[in-house]
């Protein structure tokens, strides 16, 4: 998924640390997040989600209305604005490449949201589901199940989910200082010398 350059999503900046907006960013997504509220109830009903996302990403119809019965978790048929700015957050660190610090930086959001049955527990199941919002590749996902499923019932509690975050957090940040280094000792291309034609005609 890539964010369509030129909509307002575009100009917002994600804290790479923590994933979230600054207050200034925040103020304005609220006001944005107004303006789609044509009904003036502080909520978008999935008309108004569909059309946003529409504008925004390059999602199909089938993701956009996924990820709203995600956030509409008291089936109301309409979502706040706390849902929207976690939704936007999702968004731009997907776009950033962002999406395993997130998911350690958010763990207990990220894992409420993706247990859908409100079992305290989430199967393998739940995450194909919504594998386009976090990019877990299928290993990722077998590896997930069968190093942090503790209890062996093929659900994990958020405490193996807490410990998968971390394991995925510091893969990420090895694979990031591995590729600092690589960069510092990677060899310096030699200049060719310059070959200076003389012209007789200097002489």
Known sequence: MKLKQ???LWY???????????????????????LLDVHHNNTLNDVLFYH???????????QIMIVFNMLDWNAMGEIGFDQFY?????LLAQQNHLEEQFIFRHSRPVFELLDLD????????NFH?????FNIKKQELRELYHD????????????????FTIFTMDKYQEKQKAEKEQGKTAPLKKKRPHRFILSSKLF
């Open 12 to 34: 917002l900046y994600l804290d790479k640390l923590y994933c979230l907006l600054s207050v200034r960013n925040v103020k304005a997504l609220l006001e944005y997040f107004h």
């Open 6 to 8: 030129g909509s307002f």
């Open 118 to 125: 409100g079992e305290l527990r989430i199967g393998a199941d």
């Open 148 to 163: 942090f499923d503790i209890t062996g019932d093929r659900r994990l509690n958020y405490k193996e989910f807490k410990l």
């Open 52 to 62: 946003f996302l529409r504008h925004v990403t390059s999602w199909k119809r089938t």
């Open 129 to 133: 589901m919504y594998n386009f919002l």
């Open 86 to 90: 976690m939704l936007v957050c999702i």
